[in-house]
């Protein structure tokens, strides 16, 4: 091939992979710093992908591994919960006072919770004896809770960093990259795991983890902040707890769905934190088949996603959401009969379709019944009701797995799940015009 086609095929692809990170040539005609961020942030998703799923995947596991009890990581769970609903009203309430979104992403996601990881890489070469397992959970819930503390921050950026019209297919480009890169994390540090000794291979793939996150923190202090340092907005009223709660008595539908989806998030987080240690306990299953597992869900959630979308387009998400409801509920109950490798696999795949598609459906569902002006009070309120929940959930089923078992967290989950579907019926109602001309002030 001659030098000067080669150029122009080189040229050609990188024009080609640069279009695929803006989301397609909608962004053709923006900006070249719009354009630029949108690349940058592309970037950002694709490392924080790989490094989340690695550390969502085998973070209890290795704790585990140290040594913590099922009533360790119960408590783990309910304690990073916990600390994470305490400081998203901080948080919110930085951003609004301050501005300096991007720094404090950075600072607090991105530098403290990411460092929390290393730390937490590097532990048994300093630590030993019982300590180590509570030394192992505070890093966990330090790394969970500032994660939380950036979030205003980031969400606030993130809706200037992404044209309006284009938000649809950036975040299509952007949430492809990181479901594949995801994937492959799981699958390539699972195998490393398995293939090197205990907790070394999880020490590995948590300092991989680590540097997958710092790719993400140099591609997001790359992004430059439409709004400079300056507070994005002004509100009036304090933020506080008192203020919101006087703010949602105009919104009755919203505060309905709120508290029915803390007691949806209740009943999950009974089994959830221990799934995973499930298999490796009472299946022997090796990290590297748990990463398979969740592999599987990953794939199959992706298949799922753009069908899903039009079908809330054209149905309504607060109908298909109502739907899912009533179908996950036999998930904790099928794990009532799970003894095989092959049994998680076909539940796993199932699974990624009805959980890919609720979480499409319920996050636009929670987006039409929040005011424009007050999205990121009325977010924040909803996230606490949630994290407290799931802080609530994970002590209840630490308590039921220690006094009955595994089957015991799997059946009350499921019991809980249904119930919560059945509420969702009698107090959510569909967006009135009343409630449309509330949102849009």
């Known amino acids: 091939m001659r030098p000067s086609v080669f150029l122009f095929s080189r040229t050609r692809t990188w024009r080609l992979f640069l279009m695929f990170t803006w989301g397609g040539e909608w962004a053709l005609p923006l900006a070249a710093t719009i354009k630029r961020n949108l690349t940058w942030f592309f970037f950002d998703g694709l490392f924080a992908s790989a490094s989340d799923n690695i550390i969502i995947t085998y973070v209890t596991l290795y704790i585990l591994a140290l040594g913590a009890t099922n009533a360790q990581i119960g408590l783990m769970s309910s304690f990073s919960s916990l600390a994470s609903a305490v400081l998203l009203l901080p948080g919110a309430f930085l951003v609004e006072r301050y501005g300096h979104r991007k720094e404090f992403t950075i600072a607090f996601g991105g530098g403290i919770a990411r460092l929390a990881i290393l730390i937490l890489a590097l532990l048994p070469f300093f630590v030993g004896g019982t300590g180590i397992v509570w030394l192992a959970i505070g890093l966990s819930v330090t790394r969970d809770s500032f994660g939380n503390l950036s979030f205003p921050a980031w969400m606030s950026i993130t809706a200037d960093i992404v044209p309006m019209e284009g938000r649809g297919r950036f975040f299509a480009s952007r949430n492809f ?14 195998e490393l795991i398995t293939r090197t000794s205990i907790p070394r291979g999880y020490q590995i793939g ?44 105009t919104h009755p539908e919203f505060l309905a769905l709120s508290l029915v989806m803390a007691f949806w ?14 298999m490796v306990e009472n299946l022997k299953f090796t990290a590297s088949m748990v990463g398979i597992v969740s592999i599987v869900s990953s794939i199959t959630g992706l298949l799922i996603q753009r069908r899903i979308g039009r079908l809330s387009d054209r149905w309504g998400p607060r109908k298909l959401q109502m739907i899912f409801m009533f179908l996950i509920p036999i998930l904790p109950f099928a794990w009532l009969f799970v003894t095989k490798y092959w049994h998680v696999i076909l539940l796993n795949s199932i699974s990624g379709v009805l959980w890919a598609a609720f979480n499409l459906v319920s996050f636009n569902f929670l987006l039409s019944l929040t005011p424009d002006a007050q999205r990121a009070r009325f977010s924040a309120f909803y996230q606490i009701l949630v994290m407290l929940a799931l802080a609530g959930g994970a002590a209840v089923g ?39 001309l509330l949102l849009n002030g």
């Not at 990181?178 to 699972?190: F, N």
């Not at 998030?265 to 499930?278: D, E, G, H, K, Q």
């Not at 799997?410 to 109602?429: E, H, K, Q, T, W």
């Open 398 to 436: 630490a308590w039921v797995v220690t006094a009955w078992g595994y089957q015991a967290i799997f059946l009350c989950s499921a019991i809980g799940r249904v119930a919560a579907a059945f509420l969702f019926i009698r107090f959510v109602p569909p967006v009135t015009k009343r409630a449309k």
């Open 177 to 190: 990259i990181m479901g594949i890169t995801g994937m492959l994390a799981i699958l390539l540090v699972g």
């Open 206 to 249: 948590m300092g991989l983890a680590f540097v997958l996150g710092m790719a993400s923190t140099f591609s997001f202090s790359h992004l430059s902040d439409p709004k400079g340092t300056v507070p994005p907005v002004q509100l009036a009223g304090s933020l506080s707890p008192r203020t919101i709660l006087h703010e949602l008595v």
């Open 265 to 278: 998030n209740f009943t999950l987080n009974i089994a959830s934190p221990f799934f995973n240690v499930y």
